[in-house]
């Protein structure tokens, strides 16, 4: 499936480092999510992005910050991470952002902080 | 706050025997879709159900939504290698005003040859 491209797909980082992972869809969908899966936990929302609009910010840190430049693509910029931040990150779009409507996963980014 | 559980969290089992995944969630659920992520994969959407009671398949995959619409079920039928995977539930709390799906953890499947 290419539906839903996620670029890098390994990433390691030191605690002061800045990157950015990169989401881009190309299934025409208006919304588009990011998600924090890590060992033996949920799947956690921790933005949501409804026709460019942030419309859900689940008490994230500040050291992660989204960009939407369009509805087409989702950054999440990262900067001076912890260790616990280390998981799988996921992207994701859907039509629109409501609760019936399927969502399409991106194949992650595996992000080690050292 | 409002949670999704699962059960079993890991079931290994034999190729042709049946699995099934419990889903139950705190509260009230306007819907539940379910996911199936293989190992090193990411989650893809395998269906969603909407009515109280409802009842769909997909060839051997059995899914049920509980009359309260607070359980759901995923059920199959004689397990072969391709099953292997962690199965997850989903679910928008009724009294959401977000519409925001919340993951139970998963149940990871093991199929034995």
């Known amino acids: 499936e290419t539906g839903v491209t996620q670029t890098p797909r390994h990433l390691v980082m030191g605690m002061t480092n800045k990157k950015s992972l990169k989401c881009e869809q190309h299934?025409?969908?208006?919304?588009m999510y990011w998600y924090k899966q890590s060992a033996k936990k949920p799947l956690e929302l921790m933005f949501v992005?409804?026709?460019?609009?942030?419309?859900e910010n689940n008490s994230v840190p500040s050291r992660f910050s989204p960009e939407c430049p369009n509805s087409s693509h989702l950054f999440l910029h990262l900067h001076t991470l912890q260790p616990e931040d280390s998981a799988l990150y996921l992207c994701?779009?859907?039509?629109?952002?409501?609760?019936?409507?399927?969502?399409?996963f991106g194949p992650g980014t595996r992000l080690t902080v050292l | 706050g409002q949670q999704v559980m699962q059960i079993p969290q890991y079931q290994h089992v034999q190729e042709g025997e049946d699995f099934t995944t419990y889903c139950n969630s705190s509260t009230t659920l306007s819907n539940i879709q379910w996911y199936k992520q293989r190992p090193g994969g990411h989650p893809v959407f395998l269906i969603q159900?909407?009515?109280?009671?409802e009842v769909k398949k997909q060839k051997r995959l059995t899914f049920q939504f509980g009359e309260a619409k607070k359980n759901s079920s995923l059920h199959i039928t004689a397990t072969q290698t391709t099953d292997v995977g962690t199965y997850f539930c989903a679910g928008v709390p009724r009294s959401s005003n977000t519409g925001k799906l919340i993951f139970g953890q998963g149940t990871t499947l093991q199929v034995k040859p």
């Open positions: 159900l909407v009515k109280s009671g």
């Open positions: 994701a779009s859907s039509r629109i952002s409501v609760s019936t409507d399927t969502q399409y």
């Open positions: 299934l025409g969908h208006n919304a």
């Open positions: 992005y409804n026709f460019k609009e942030q419309t």
